[in-house]
């Protein structure tokens, strides 16, 4: 769940700043899929979600999350994303 989750927002993520395109579109997505996979696992601990389950609206949110926040912090530590 959590790296369809990742690759969705990393190709919308690369897709919304191809004009100040710093990093690869490529890096945009693995970014997201590390994020999603974190968030997935941050998630599944603290209860909201379940890393390896089927479909359920909090694993998505819990991937989403951390795909964003992994994105937003590689872009505030230097990178532009």
């Known amino acids: 769940m959590g790296i369809i989750v990742g690759l969705l927002v990393g190709a919308i993520a690369a897709a ?8 690869s579109p490529a890096a ?9 996979v974190v968030g997935g696992f941050v998630g599944d601990s603290v209860e ?3 890393v390896g ?5 909090e694993s998505f949110a819990a991937a989403a999350a951390g795909s ?3 994105l937003a912090a590689y ?6 994303v």
């Open 53 to 57: 389950s089927s479909f359920d609206v």
């Open 48 to 50: 909201v979600g379940h």
């Open 28 to 36: 945009s997505v693995v970014i997201a899929v590390v994020g999603a």
């Open 16 to 23: 919304r700043r191809r004009r100040h395109r710093a990093t």
């Open 75 to 80: 872009r505030l530590g230097g990178g532009r």
């Open 68 to 70: 964003l926040v992994m």
